[in-house]
């Protein structure tokens, strides 16, 4: 069963530039989530969605968001990015039960924004 | 707001050398609690969840158990392949727009020697 795969890897862009991440869940599951994680704030939660539809949000900027396609697959893009914004970025999914339940998570997307 | 604070910030053990890891939490309307470890370079990996007070889980050298105010991970006998960033994460109810919130404590950098 293959996992959670996220494109790119890696990332570099400049500031006030936008950027779209994607991730592909687990076969099967239908609840995708973001997160941020950087040295100083660790491991923050963005956004999750789950058929679709954003279920939950964390609390990050308008400039943070995202997507669900109809297979699942989800984008998350970031819009005129700050220096700040240079972190690793991590997808993960989960089933049904979404964030009640263990997720899944992929080997994240590391931006750089210079 | 939710918060969650993980002690000790590092710990290193010698292999065989018991020891716990703390989370405690101050949640409004708890929905579950997860540990994940995490391998540099690489996203976090679910070990358990656990949703009441009194409730226990374990797997293999690892047991987290889970009272109203804390959590612990036991770790017994450890190995140098036990070492890794042992994150805890804290689920609960937004009472004002129902949706959940996910946080994470900024983790134990666990090392064990030969």
């Known amino acids: 069963k293959a996992g959670v795969t996220q494109t790119p890897r890696y990332l570099i862009k400049t500031r006030g530039q936008q950027v779209t991440l994607s991730c592909s869940p687990i076969?099967?599951?239908?609840?995708v989530s973001w997160y941020q994680q950087t040295p100083g704030q660790g491991l923050q939660f963005l956004f999750e969605?789950?058929?679709?539809?954003?279920?939950n949000k964390g609390n990050f900027p308008g400039r943070f968001s995202g997507r669900q396609f109809s297979n699942s697959r989800s984008e998350m893009n970031v819009s005129t990015l700050e220096l700040g914004d240079s972190a690793l970025y991590l997808c993960?999914?989960?089933?049904?039960?979404?964030?009640?339940?263990?997720?899944?998570f992929g080997q994240g997307t590391r931006l750089t924004v210079v | 707001e939710d918060q969650v604070t993980q002690s000790p910030e590092a710990l290193r053990l010698q292999e065989g050398e018991s020891s716990s890891l703390n989370c405690s939490y101050t949640?409004?309307?708890?929905?579950?609690l997860f540990w994940y470890r995490q391998d540099p370079g690489k996203g976090p990996e679910f070990l358990f969840t656990?949703?009441?007070a009194g409730e226990e889980k374990e797997k293999e050298r690892l047991k987290a158990t889970l009272t109203k105010k804390e959590s612990f991970l036991h770790i017994t006998a450890p190995k140098p392949e036990d070492s890794a960033t042992y994150l805890c994460?804290?689920?609960?109810?937004?009472?004002?727009?129902?949706?959940?919130?996910?946080?994470f404590g900024s983790g134990t950098r666990l090392q064990v020697q030969p």
């Open positions: 993960a999914s989960s089933g049904t039960r979404g964030l009640n339940t263990e997720a899944f």
């Open positions: 076969s099967g599951h239908r609840s």
């Open positions: 969605y789950f058929s679709e539809t954003q279920r």
């Open positions: 949640v409004s309307g708890l929905r579950g």
């Open positions: 656990l949703y009441s």
């Open positions: 994460a804290v689920l609960s109810l937004l009472r004002d727009t129902g949706r959940r919130a996910l946080t």
